[in-house]
């Protein structure tokens, strides 16, 4: 049997609604072309150019077919077919918007969400079927998309449950954030996402990374505790994770796409240990909702973060918690918080100051070696810095307390710093805890080329 997997590419294939072509991305696993009468699942894919390794210069790939090869080597899951389906960037409409385009948006960019659908479901699929030993039901069949393309995921299964049986969202674009002065909680936010009353009957995964900018845990935690109100049973149909130190970027999504992979088409085991993480200060004022995030793992290194769980108080008139993780602050000291699911527990102490704010002021100053009388540059997640002097840029911002971001500066679409040879830059990374001031050097300005990863875009 053969022992490597294969990518095919499908060139040329038409989406009739959108009047576009696009290459098409296929792996078939190992012992594809020796088992000759087996059958396969199949997860399609959302912008599907980032799907595969190796990836080439200045690009970012999830390394998905890796990360499929080394479960199915180890009997981990089931042997599957993965199609990766090329996104034409939109022009003047977004096929990964259905519904909605964000408001800053909207003026030149319309939504063609359904007519992707179509193509998908219609055009696409019965090419994959026709040609492939697929498994075609609804249980063998799976969507997997990131940030806008998640919410594009969210909605197309929502819409077709007959047709698509397994939802991997990871990092969704479910709120778009932007920052806003003028605003008493400093942001400008509008919800991006449609859930239908009664919730059909399909399996999903939802991630979130806390380092994502204001892509923020709380806005997915949300969504998925809406789901459970509508009936969606957690472990069984939803599984949540919120994943420490995760960015926006296709590598992080490639670092973790095994566990929805193992969710989904494999066996996650028994649960050996549970984690409490997250703030371990709150204040007894200042209005910030801090919740825990509560990691359980299993013995095949599948990890989730639990939507509800038995927690309990050392001391009731300190702090107590609620079922869904969420502390309540009711007097200043200490308390130890302990949960317990099944026979494993786990315990950490939880400290009550008399307030603490839900927003913090970053100040960044950046200065330019290779000056060239640009007015603004950008960091992370629209923040914009004012030339201040030859070389220096200055901006303040107001942004929700521990909220982390990772990002490089640019002086425009797509022309990101790069050091003094023309090189991609890692990206800066800060976490706001507290007020701060951080300062930066920025070597050298490229283009398209030095953009090594999304640094906080969709």
Not at 3 to 12: A, N, P
Not at 97 to 123: L, M, Q, T
Not at 242 to 263: F, I, K, S, T
Request: net charge negative.
């Amino acid at each position: 049997m053969s022992t490597h997997s294969v990518i095919e590419c499908l060139e040329g294939i038409q989406a009739s609604r959108l009047g576009n072509i696009r290459n098409i991305y296929v792996y078939l696993p190992p012992g594809y072309h020796e088992h000759t009468a087996r059958h396969y699942p199949v997860l399609y894919v959302h912008a599907g150019q980032r799907a595969f390794g190796p990836s080439g210069p200045g690009n970012e790939t999830w390394n998905i077919d890796q990360a499929a090869d080394g479960l199915i080597s180890s009997g981990q899951i089931e042997s599957l077919i993965i199609v990766g389906i090329t996104h034409v960037r939109p022009v003047t409409h977004n096929e990964f918007y259905h519904f909605i385009a964000p408001e800053r948006e909207a003026v030149s960019v319309g939504c063609s969400g359904i007519a992707y659908e179509h193509f998908i479901i219609h055009e696409l699929k019965p090419i994959i079927d026709q040609r492939y030993r697929t498994l075609p039901d609804k249980e063998n069949t799976g969507l997997l998309g990131s940030s806008a393309a998640a919410l594009c995921t969210l909605h197309m299964g929502m819409r077709n449950s007959d047709v698509f049986g397994k939802l991997i969202m990871m990092s969704p674009f479910y709120v778009d954030v932007q920052l806003d002065e003028t605003s008493e909680s400093g942001l400008l936010e509008e919800n991006m996402y449609r859930l239908p009353e009664e919730v059909p009957d399909v399996r999903m995964w939802m991630d979130i990374g806390d380092t994502e900018g204001l892509f923020l845990p709380s806005q997915v935690r949300r969504v998925a505790h809406q789901l459970l109100e509508r009936g969606v049973r957690s472990d069984e149909e939803l599984a949540f994770l919120e994943q420490p130190g995760a960015c926006h970027q296709e590598g992080d999504w490639g670092a973790r796409v095994h566990l929805p992979l193992l969710y989904m088409f494999g066996h996650v085991g028994k649960p050996t240990s549970l984690q409490l993480l997250g703030r371990d200060v709150i204040g007894l004022q200042g209005g910030m909702t801090v919740s825990i995030n509560a990691l359980m793992h299993y013995e095949s290194g599948w990890v989730r973060s639990l939507l509800h769980g038995n927690y309990t108080s050392s001391d009731p008139d300190v702090i107590q918690v609620r079922s869904n993780g969420e502390l309540v602050p009711v007097g200043i000291g200490s308390a130890s918080i302990t949960l317990t699911m099944g026979g494993l527990s786990a315990t950490r102490i939880y400290t009550v100051v008399p307030e603490l704010s839900t927003h913090v002021e970053v100040c960044i100053h950046a200065e330019v070696a290779s000056e060239e009388g640009t007015q603004t540059i950008y960091g992370g997640m629209g923040m914009k810095l004012v030339r201040s002097g030859i070389g220096r840029y200055e901006g303040c911002y107001r942004i929700p307390r521990d909220s982390g971001f990772s990002f490089r500066f640019t002086r425009g679409f797509r022309r990101f710093e790069t050091d003094v040879d023309g090189k991609p830059v890692v990206n800066r990374v800060f976490r706001a805890t507290d007020d701060m001031s951080v300062h930066y050097l920025i070597q050298s300005w490229g283009s398209t080329s030095a953009k090594t990863g999304t640094g906080g875009q969709k």
